[in-house]
């Protein structure tokens, strides 16, 4: 099915994005700052994942295509292993190609990774408040910290390159709490420095369309699919 968005008078045809958040790891129980740390899915993540993946291959049935016949263009995801367990799951379903995208990693934390924000606060309080406040230009110490901007520029030059390779199509994202916060951002021209009203659950389903104009947001936070309830512990 081919989609096309009215443009300033004239129609253009758009990519169709699901974008997931990786299921649930041990350390989003345990209230840890990931980051890049490759940490993997635990039970709970993976039944995430196998539901979430039964739940696209439906979607798509359902849609007029069939899981086994390339109704999905392409799944694109971050390389940690929490997100690519994920995708795999996905891919299995739909058998889609599977494409590795290191851009598509969390918001790097530097040095504040593998803590919690508790111990943080108690460490770091100047950092963490700059942090809570979502200056836009904090950077957390340490190798690879990243502020909002630098993540929000990854995660958009990152959409749009695997986008527009499929103009018309439809694609699926598999990333982080971070990722999914950045897209729903530039889908509904909200700042990075807004207060966060909306969720960001694990294993959660989210649908977009970008042109190249931009992306714009067609449903969020679905998680109809998932048995239990799904956790959004995201300070990104």
Known sequence: ??????IQNQTVQATRITAI?????????????????????????LE???????????????????????????IYSSD???????????AHACAAPLHRAPA??????GSFE???????ERQHPQATERWRKRDPHFTPP????????????RIAQAVTQAASAHIGGHIVLVAHGGVMDCLYR????????????????????????????GLSLVGWGDVQHLSSSARDESLS
């Open 1 to 6: 099915m081919v989609i096309t968005k009215p």
């Open 21 to 45: 958040r990786h299921g649930e790891t041990d350390w989003n129980t345990q209230g840890r700052i990931q980051g890049h740390w490759d940490i993997p899915l635990n039970a709970t993540g």
């Open 48 to 74: 995430q994942a196998r539901q979430t993946a039964n739940a696209l291959a439906a979607s798509l049935a359902f849609d007029g295509g069939q899981a086994g016949a390339g109704a999905l263009d392409a």
């Open 80 to 90: 940690l292993q929490r997100a690519w367990q994920t995708a795999q799951a996905i």
């Open 104 to 109: 598509l990693r969390e918001r790097g934390f």
């Open 114 to 120: 593998g803590q919690t924000f508790a111990a943080l």
């Open 142 to 153: 340490g190798a690879g910290g990243e502020s909002l901007l630098m993540l929000q520029a």
């Open 186 to 213: 530039l889908a509904t021209g909200q700042d990075v420095q807004a207060p966060r009203t909306w969720a960001l659950p694990n294993a959660a389903i989210n649908r977009l369309l970008w042109t190249p104009q």
